[in-house]
């Protein structure tokens, strides 16, 4: 794991939405079990002087949970976020964050009264400017110390109940790689290698969807943020029908390494990335935490994985098949659940025919097994950056379905979904607080869109906007061009005429001259004369 430097910077940004806050990561508010900080506006816990919001007390659900944990207070992540906090801030109207500071997504505004959507684009749609700065974000994202978030390097009992607060810092975008481990961590049950490893708060169950989205939306959000651009979004891959990783160039997401496949080329900013929270093994071996200590480069070498796990990339086929599958989930709402539209496209069904339990990877799950490095490891997938792109196709998949078929919310199950799946679960570890039901949504109440879901005309202005772009880039030189060409025609039309008139003389007096000098020797009594044979080599050339 690699131990992120303490980068200097003036610029200050606002706290965003993930856990932990610095605030709320103190001895104090552990003890107290209270996350509820000032906002800046009036100096009040949450905003309440100024009606943003209040400190509440947490009501967790109590719906029964599926079979497959047997256990209770062991881990964390249970009834979260109870285990740290049981008062945070609870929002009125359209505010949100951890302390009522921002609004909610797709609002905007002093007041949060303002609706706004962005659109999530085709990343071969960018223009090259807007590649270079998708490139540009990421990269200060990983090299910017977060200085709203620290993550927690050991368990509450190994803090002795908030007695002994033990967190870490990391930078902006590793708060999110450090999330993703998180949610996804097996449970640890108490000493080295005793752990349960049949477990996920966001994966093998139906909050795969709900979670993600959630997760992308604040990323997004926190890097638009730290480089000061409200309307950033981030693209999304279709890999439909690929026969290879096309967005691991240079220019995007990092292309292969000449002398060690397994690693990025040193022309991609991201070969000096280093990865965090992805050996999971060990630390179960352990009985630990991830620390968040780096622990090597960005590893990635598409398309040499097993071939026995993963026979190909999804194709068309695939995933018109997996959008019409009707049922959001079914039966036991994990791995196993046939005909279940969640199961299918998490991978763990199989693409052509909907059974569960299949014995090959799809759809999602086929994209982390080809890539074969770190997005491979569940755990620390979200070390590569093209986890980014990925993860945004597979929610404009998730959003098509929502329109296609609009599901009754009732189809969201309220009990006996796998641990941190119920509707009324609260998703680790995000804070402030989202229920699993509550991004059982569009995107459009979310406050962004996707290209490829738009009609046919707004799908071409589209896809041509990025030559538009390099035309408008272009434009002051082409017109500079034509001004210049204009300028030499006129100079050459003006003198033009002039050297045609001393052309014509010079070339009279030497033909005059040429006559007389010849009739001093020998008049021309021949047709083949000198001068004829000359004249008539001249006009040949022409």
Not at 242 to 260: A, F, H, I, K, P
Request: charged fraction near 20%; aromatic fraction near 12%; proline fraction near 6%.
């Amino acid at each position: 794991m690699w131990r992120v430097a303490v980068v200097t910077f003036t610029l200050i940004w606002a706290p965003s939405l993930q856990q932990f806050p610095r605030p709320c990561a103190t001895r104090q508010a552990l003890l107290a079990k209270e996350c509820c900080p000032p906002w800046e506006g009036d100096g009040s816990a949450c905003g309440a002087s100024t009606g943003r919001g209040f400190c509440q007390d947490v009501a967790a659900s109590d719906a029964p949970d599926g079979p497959r944990f047997p256990f209770s207070g062991v881990d964390d992540r249970e009834k979260w976020p109870s285990v740290f906090f049981n008062r945070t801030c609870r929002c009125t109207g359209d505010f949100m964050g951890f302390d009522c500071r921002d609004c909610k997504f797709g609002y905007f505004g002093e007041n949060c009264e303002q609706r706004r959507e962005s659109l999530r684009r085709n990343i071969f749609h960018l223009s090259r400017r807007e590649r270079l700065r998708l490139v540009s974000y990421l990269n200060l994202a990983k090299t910017t110390v977060s200085s709203d978030y620290v993550v927690p390097t050991g368990t509450y009992r190994e803090m002795d109940s908030g007695s002994n607060p033990m967190f870490a810092n990391v930078s902006v975008y590793d708060v999110f790689v450090w999330m993703h481990y998180y949610v996804s961590r097996d449970a640890l049950l108490g000493g080295p290698g005793n752990v349960w490893t049949d477990v996920d708060f966001a994966h093998w169950g139906p909050a795969f969807l709900p979670w993600h989205r959630v997760y992308l939306l604040h990323w997004e959000r926190e890097i638009g943020r730290l480089v000061g651009d409200a309307g950033f979004s981030i693209p999304y891959w279709d890999w439909r029908d690929t026969q290879e990783c096309d967005v691991c160039t240079d220019e995007l997401m990092g292309g292969q390494s000449t002398r060690d496949p397994s690693l990025l080329s040193p022309g991609s900013v991201f070969s000096s990335w280093r990865v965090l929270c992805s050996q999971a093994q060990d630390y179960n071996n352990r009985g630990v935490l991830c620390d968040a200590r780096a622990e090597g480069p960005l590893l990635r070498n598409p398309g040499n994985h097993d071939r026995n796990v993963v026979e190909r990339l999804p194709t068309s086929a695939d995933v018109a098949f997996t959008l019409s599958l009707a049922n959001y989930d079914t039966g036991t709402m994990d791995r196993t659940a046939n005909m279940s539209f969640r199961n299918t496209i998490e991978g763990f069904g199989d693409p052509q025919t909907g059974m569960g339990s299949s014995t090959r990877m799809g759809m999602h799950a086929a994209l982390h097994v080809f890539m074969n490095g770190s997005m491979s490891s569940v755990q620390g997938s979200a070390n590569d950056p093209v986890f980014l792109l990925h993860h945004s196709f597979v929610d404009s998949l998730y959003e098509e379905w929502l329109r296609r078929h609009r599901p009754d919310p009732s189809q969201y199950p309220s009990s006996n979904a796998p641990i941190g799946h119920n509707s009324e679960y609260y998703m680790v570890p995000f804070l402030p607080l989202h229920r699993n039901r509550e991004y059982f949504t569009s995107s459009k109440d979310l406050g962004y869109e996707y290209s490829r879901l738009l009609d046919a005309t707004q799908r071409l202005s589209e896809a041509v906007h990025p030559y538009l772009e390099e035309l408008q880039d272009a434009w002051p030189w082409m017109l500079l061009a034509s001004l210049c060409g204009g300028c030499v025609a006129a100079a050459v039309a003006v003198a033009a005429p002039k050297v045609k008139r001393q052309a014509l003389g010079s070339f009279r007096e030497w033909r005059w001259g040429r006559f007389f000098a010849f009739s001093e020797r020998e008049p021309l009594i021949r047709g083949n004369s000198l001068e004829e044979r000359e004249v008539s080599g001249y006009q040949a050339a022409i």
